[in-house]
């Protein structure tokens, strides 16, 4: 929300929560007839009615300056028109916000229920107005078919026991760190290919990861994998409905991913909390602490818990994030689209901003002298919120100061040294030589977990390899200094002895790539090392080696990768090409100057001639 406009500051409309508070008059009506009031002070257990009852004894002790009347429900005689009153005491209004935010503001401090739903009916008005909002404007995702609003998923669930919950499974896995857009053709592509969580169960790792390459966070598809067998040998092929079981028992499920599968596809009332939900909460309770702190973060998952749906609770969870991902937006938030503003504390600290600033000084004495005798008690202080000195400038006044960010450390630079090896060689006395080259399978754990690579001298290798030479302070590695390590690695690591003879023919600087994880920016330094003759790796000297294999230019087309290395492989096809092209233009003008020498011309007049 970058602006308040003139016609934002009047009192707002009440839209969807206008529509909620006539559903909860008319459900207290329906009670109300039913008991007949034979007892008035009779206290009833429903959750609605012990919190009106709590605002009705809260609005009497403020008698000496009352806003409106708050009639009681005590009497049989109880109009429309005093019901309405009373109700709309309960339904949330921006107006009140507002008037808390500029206590807020007055004090300098709050209390620690700023950040929380205290009312009942508040929670059940905000479900209200998010499920109605969600139910039209939901975006049809392949994963959420017609399960949004529960149509025929008793029957579906039935028919295929746990189907649902593998489809959110894969969806909410695949959507972590990956945007909905990206995430959509892969996994279209991986239900078509495993549409059952037994088929990705009997799957072959290799095939897995070469369906997700390019996703990144490549240990996701290997912990589904590891998922799947445990599923189906300690599990029947079903996940579980406890999201405690799910986060304790399956690999990579962690409490946010449990929460979706058991609300979204069990309908058990599990709260979750991801970024956009974090977004969300914190802007509707002005929840102003480092994002990163434990505390806060437990701060969200608590709020989540106190207003998660108990009837619709996977609709709930999905609206809230819907809700983040399309109008709670990091940028320029659609608030003016919002179906909960009236709920938004973030929202109405803009508007208190807004009036302070036009309003002139006596008019702000006289406001805060309104407040001295409606001091809350400031005994139970916030201390999880940061300073407003700390908020980006360029956020200050706006929505978007929540949830504060904490400070974001830039990703480190690390540098590798990548040895592409190829070796030429016939397969059999008639056929053409064909290209192969060698991959090298990466650690189980790690960055890139399990991946297949070319030979790779990591940062720490190539900073060892230069103190053995004597170098103490760190500096930017050369192509001489890589090219060694690369042998020590292929002769030492690989077992490769060969590589120092005389079978190797060529060796060439390709240059570098870049590649940027979430937190390194990592360059690779390409060396295309061509070998001719009977080279193998059969008989490498150390048992130990990692493991190893050959690909034809053909198989490593489509060979599952990680993207980093792709990058230095699109760089060898492009030096090759460029070699070929510069080759053929030699060619060409040797058979041009031929041509001419053989016609007796002058060379020269048969260019221009062409």
């Given at each position: 929300?970058g ?18 508070a ?5 459900e ?10 034979k007892k008035?002070?009779?206290?009833d257990?429903n ?6 009852s709590?605002i009705m ?6 008698a000496?300056?009352?806003k ?6 005590g ?9 309405d009153?009373a109700?709309?005491?309960l339904?949330p209004?921006?107006?009140?916000l507002v008037?808390q ?11 620690e229920?700023?950040?929380r739903f205290?009312?009942k ?18 975006r049809?995702l392949?994963?959420?078919?017609s ?13 295929n ?8 499974w ?10 909905v857009?990206?995430?959509i ?13 037994a088929?990705?169960a009997e799957?072959d790792l290799e ?15 290997s912990?589904l994998?590891?998922?799947?067998q445990k ?10 409905s406890?999201?405690?079981?799910l ?17 979204h ?5 599990a709260?979750?909390?991801d970024?956009n ?13 480092d994002v ?5 973060i437990?701060l ?7 207003l998660?749906?108990?009837?619709r ?9 819907e ?16 179906p ?12 208190d901003?807004h009036?302070?600033?036009v309003e002139?000084?006596?008019a702000?004495k006289?406001?805060k002298?309104?407040?001295d005798?409606?001091?809350e008690?400031l005994?139970s202080i916030?201390?999880l ?5 700390d908020v ?7 929505v ?5 960010k904490?400070?974001k450390?830039?990703p ?9 090896l190829?070796r030429?060689?016939k ?12 991959l ?5 754990k ?8 070319f ?5 720490d290798?190539l ?7 004597g ?7 050369t192509?001489k200094?890589?090219?060694a390590?690369?042998i ?7 077992g ?9 023919a ?5 240059g ?6 979430s937190h390194?920016?990592?360059?690779y ?12 790796t059969?008989k490498?000297?150390?048992k130990?080696?990692?493991e ?6 053909h ?13 230095t492989?699109?760089?060898l ?10 080759k053929a ?19 020269s007049k048969f260019?221009?001639?062409?």
């Open positions: 929300m602006s308040i406009t003139t016609m934002e500051l009047g009192r707002p409309t009440r839209k969807a929560a206008t529509k909620a006539l559903a909860i008059r008319n207290a009506l329906e009670e109300i007839t039913e008991s007949n009031v008035e002070s009779s206290k257990n959750g609605d009615k012990e919190a009106f709590i004894a809260s609005a009497k002790t403020k000496a300056k009352p409106r009347k708050t009639p009681s429900l009497s049989s005689h109880t109009s429309d028109a005093n019901l009153l109700y709309s005491a339904v209004d921006l107006e009140d008037v935010a500029s206590r807020v503001r007055m004090d300098g401090c709050h209390r229920n700023y950040h205290t009312s009916v508040a929670c059940r008005t905000f479900q209200s107005d998010i499920l109605a909002w969600y139910d039209i404007h939901y049809r392949p994963w959420r078919k399960f949004h609003v529960g149509d025929h998923s008793l029957e579906l669930e039935q028919a026991p746990g189907q649902r919950a593998y489809e959110v894969v969806s909410e896995i695949m959507c972590q760190q990956t945007q857009a990206t995430v053709p892969y996994y279209n592509r991986w239900m078509s290919k495993w549409p059952t969580i088929a990705l799957a095939e897995v990861n070469k369906v997700w390459t390019g996703l990144g966070y490549y240990s996701r598809a912990r994998y590891q998922g799947a599923v189906m040998k300690e599990f029947n092929g079903v996940l579980p406890d999201p405690a079981v986060e304790k028992e399956i690999p990579g499920v962690g409490r946010y991913t449990a929460g979706a599968i058991a609300s596809a069990y309908n058990v009332p709260e979750l909390v970024g939900v974090i977004r969300v909460l914190s802007r509707l309770r002005a929840i102003g602490g990163k702190s434990p505390k806060v437990d969200h998952w608590q709020v989540a818990k106190e998660v749906h108990k009837e609770p996977g609709c709930f969870n999905q609206a809230l994030m809700l983040g991902a399309t109008v709670c937006t990091p940028q320029n938030p659609k608030c003016g689209e919002c909960v503003q009236s709920n938004c504390r973030a929202y109405a600290e803009v508007v901003k009036r302070n600033n002139n000084l006596g702000s006289k406001r002298t309104e407040f005798d409606e001091r008690d005994s916030c201390t919120c940061l300073p407003n000195s980006d400038p360029k956020d200050q006044g706006l978007t100061q929540y949830p504060r904490a400070v450390k830039a480190r630079d690390e540098e590798c040294a990548v040895a592409i190829e030429i060689r397969l059999d006395g008639d056929s053409d030589p064909v290209s192969e080259y060698l090298v399978k990466r650690p189980e790690g960055l890139l977990a399990g991946m297949w690579e030979p790779t001298v990591e940062q290798q900073d060892r390899d230069k103190q053995g030479n170098s103490k302070e760190y500096t930017p590695s192509y200094e890589r090219s390590s690369s020590k690695f292929m002769t030492d690591t690989l490769l002895d060969w590589v120092t003879d005389a079978s190797v060529s060796r060439n600087d390709l570098s790539v870049q590649h940027l994880f390194i920016k990592k360059v330094h390409v060396e295309w090392v061509v070998a001719k003759g009977p080279v193998t059969e490498r000297s150390k130990s080696s990692p190893v294999m050959w690909l034809s230019e198989e490593l087309a489509s060979a599952a990768i990680p993207t980093g290395i792709n990058k492989y699109q760089l096809l492009k030096f090759k090409a460029q070699g070929q092209d510069s233009k030699k060619d060409s003008v040797a058979k041009n100057k031929r041509v001419a020498k053989k016609e007796g011309g002058d060379i260019f221009m001639s062409k």
